[in-house]
């Protein structure tokens, strides 16, 4: 078992696992995720047979419920964890027109409440102990590259921009909180076997619309992730890793 933990959210795929399997060089870490649970359980292992040390707790962190069971379980199997990288989150559709109360709650409480109450719950285990919190926004979350068809998503994420700023001030010099904002990121969904030709050709329009004509790596978000943990002179900050994909939007 590492001296240290280290709790990320949303951490069974993407950048979260990338997240996740870069931290257990020197961290316990506590994989989590709302319902992926084979695919958490598989990160799990995938540390845990390179040497480390992990666990998978499933919790819903868009509420307190599922935020105190996470916290609840890394008391009882690490004692207290240092830092914390709040992943989860989600993004879906909806054109103006077809909004609804229940898209614009599901997106605020997936990606900003989540954020939030897992922040709140990190910080009120930590006794004395110096900390990191690293938040996952995303490039929509900056107000001149927000979309209308994803508005409530970019509004969240623009939320945890603005929260991330919060609490610096708030638990400077103890914790130190930045965020990273993603532009487009080589996961599974831009992999789907339901993708059509004209699906594939727009993400190849996309590709090719960002200055290093690929999309970003999750651990290459997962370095920059790292590095904001470990970096005890910043805090507040934004950094933007998107191959410079926002140089070329107006």
Known sequence: MRA????????ATGIGRAVALRLSGDHNVVVNAKSNEDEGRRT???ITAAGGSAVFIR????????????????????????????NAGATRSAPLGSWDEAHWYDMLATNLVSCALTSQAFVGQLD????????????????RYARIGVAAYSAAKAGVINLTGAL??????QVTVNVVSPGFVET??????????EDEA?????????????????????AAVIFLAKEPAMTGANL???????????
């Open 4 to 11: 240290k933990t280290a709790v990320v959210t949303g951490s």
């Open 44 to 46: 799990v292992e995938e």
């Open 59 to 86: 919790s819903d962190v868009s509420t307190q419920q599922g935020v105190d069971q996470l916290f609840e379980a890394v008391r009882e199997i690490f004692g207290r964890a240092t830092v914390l990288v709040n």
């Open 128 to 143: 004395r102990a110096r900390a990191a919190i690293v938040n996952v926004s995303s490039a929509r979350g900056i107000e």
């Open 168 to 173: 610096a001030k708030a638990l400077a010099p």
């Open 188 to 197: 599974r969904y831009f992999q789907r076997s339901d993708l059509t030709a």
């Open 202 to 222: 727009m993400i190849d329009g996309w590709r090719k619309a960002v200055p290093i004509e690929r999309f970003v790596d999750p651990d290459e978000i997962a």
């Open 240 to 250: 933007v890793m998107d191959g410079g994909w926002t140089l070329t939007v107006s």
